[in-house]
């Protein structure tokens, strides 16, 4: 890892006869900033909730408990849009596409939620759709309103639950490291929620 050490504060405690160990000091207190820094991860969190000030740590169906979200903001957006987490998913890479039964209402705004840790676990490599967990409740530091218009061609809306399941797993399938790993009851579980709706 490269560290930025801030080599004009160095010159500066030089010029002025500080002493080696308080050079010292400050070169590992920077080290040190920029570690963890290097160590923080922005995640965006989709809710269809306007004005959160706080998102606490809950454990979802599959998963342990925590603050789930996206290192893509796209991905965010898609579940902010969705006013029904059932009858849906969110998959794929850069680009996403929310999959969704057309009986789930969409809707014309939604709210993603920015905030940034040092503890947190990325999705297993079987189901990335879960999502990142950070372990504790977060404080956003900006939130931002996304538009249904800007995210139409990002969402394919599906009137037959099997043809949606089916899709899923096209999609799972090409965007999971290993797909071909994925145990059937985490499938199963996949498509339960998407035919509860």
Do not use: C
Not at 51 to 78: E, F, R
């Amino acid at each position: 890892m490269s560290l930025n050490i801030d080599s004009k504060r160095i010159y500066v405690l030089i010029q002025e006869n500080r002493s080696s160990r308080e050079i010292l000091d400050e070169v590992n207190m920077q080290k040190h900033v920029a570690e963890k820094q290097a160590e923080q991860k922005t995640f965006y969190h989709g809710s269809t909730t306007p004005g959160l000030t706080s998102l606490k740590a809950t454990q979802p169906n599959m998963g342990g408990a925590g603050v789930y979200g996206a290192d893509n903001i796209n991905w965010a957006a898609l579940y902010a849009l969705a006013k029904d987490r059932r009858g849906m998913a969110v998959v794929g890479g850069e680009n996403p596409k929310l999959l969704i039964h057309k009986d789930n209402e969409l809707l014309p705004e939604g709210h993603v939620y920015e905030y940034a840790s040092d503890k947190y676990s990325p999705p297993p490599e079987t189901d990335p759709n879960l999502g990142w967990a950070v372990s504790h409740d977060v404080t956003p530091t900006k939130t931002h309103t996304v538009k249904l218009k800007d995210h139409m061609h990002n969402i394919e809306q599906f009137a037959d639950k099997e043809l949606l399941r089916k899709r899923f797993v096209e999609l799972i399938g090409k965007h999971t490291k290993q797909a071909d790993l994925l145990p059937s009851v985490q499938l199963q579980e996949h498509q339960q929620r998407i035919r509860k709706k």
